[in-house]
């Protein structure tokens, strides 16, 4: 009747008493788990440990003891379930510190898992995983979308309060170098369209290296400069690719078709810290409460 719920691996432990004591000869055990073995296993052991694979599933042991060629006739036997996340091994929970808690995905090329309505659960309490943002619109309410991981992908509990107020799930992408709010640990580097040379050969020379200077991301001065200064159409090119560009706006208008647009990356903000300042065990789970990995570490 028991359910195995926090770990793959069962220890089972058994002796054995010959009756009458004249009998002489090595006792030997045989062993079969009903639901996942059709054969008997012998041993010399007095105890067997087995993997049994993620799912819900009941099982029963047997076991029943040998010598010479006498088999117990009425083995003993003890019948349990096993309740483990079909994730098991899939995701993780790769590093805990005062700050983060970090799962890692270990998935196929092409596989991917929704994790929203996931829970993760400690001393200090516990979180599910809600809907978050893949993309990120500032000023505006999140949007609501079920979080899917893939292979080789991070998901990061932070303990701080998210740096976009009610947004906290979202997915970095690499024009966030754009947003006035720092994110921690992504990469500050702005993301420029390169220029069409094309479009600006009819300028002066001089206003065809200003604007080609826009390409390193950074506005230009141009108060000072009596070339551009009486030049309207080239300071319209200047200010319209600046409004148009140089922002975090624009950058998604001309990057978010990219294949690498997103980081593999996910960003959590659960509001509190997970991590216990003390020795403690984290436990992850699916959305249907079954175990897909625990953690144990000392502060």
Request: glycine residues 6%; contains cysteine.
């Amino acid at each position: 009747g028991e359910i195995i719920d926090k770990t793959k691996k069962v220890t089972f432990e058994f002796g054995a008493i010959v009756s009458p004591k004249e009998t002489q000869g090595q006792i030997l055990f045989e062993t079969k788990v009903e639901g996942l073995e059709s054969q008997w296993q012998q041993t010399s052991a007095q105890k067997r440990t087995i993997e049994f694979p993620a799912g819900s599933k009941e099982y029963t042991f047997l076991v029943r003891a040998k010598i010479n060629s006498v088999i117990d006739q009425t083995p003993a036997k003890r019948t349990f379930k096993v309740n483990l996340s079909l994730y098991l091994g899939k995701v993780k929970i790769s590093s805990v510190s005062n700050s983060v808690v970090t799962l890692t995905s270990y998935l196929n090329q092409e596989e991917k898992i929704n994790i929203t309505n996931w829970k993760i659960k400690g001393k200090r309490g516990e979180f599910t995983i809600p809907q978050g943002s893949t993309l990120y619109i500032p000023a505006s309410f999140p949007s609501n979308e079920d979080i899917f991981i893939k292979k080789s992908d991070t998901v990061y509990f932070w303990a701080s309060s998210s740096p976009f107020g009610i947004n906290r799930v979202f997915r970095p992408n690499k024009c966030f170098g754009y947003l006035k709010t720092p994110v921690q640990s992504i990469s500050s580097q702005k993301i420029c369209p390169r220029i069409n040379r094309e479009e600006i050969c009819y300028f002066s020379d001089r206003c065809q290296s200003l604007i080609l200077g826009l390409e390193r991301c950074t506005s230009v001065d141009y108060s000072k400069d009596p070339q551009i200064s009486w030049d309207d159409n080239c300071k319209s090119y200047i200010n319209n690719y600046i409004a148009e560009n140089l922002n975090y706006d624009g950058c998604v208008e001309n990057y978010y078709k990219d294949k690498d647009f997103f980081q593999n990356t996910w960003y959590i903000y659960p509001g509190f810290n997970i991590f216990c300042k003390c020795s403690d065990i984290l436990y992850l789970y699916d959305k249907n409460g079954l175990l897909v990995d625990k953690y144990y570490y000392k502060s």
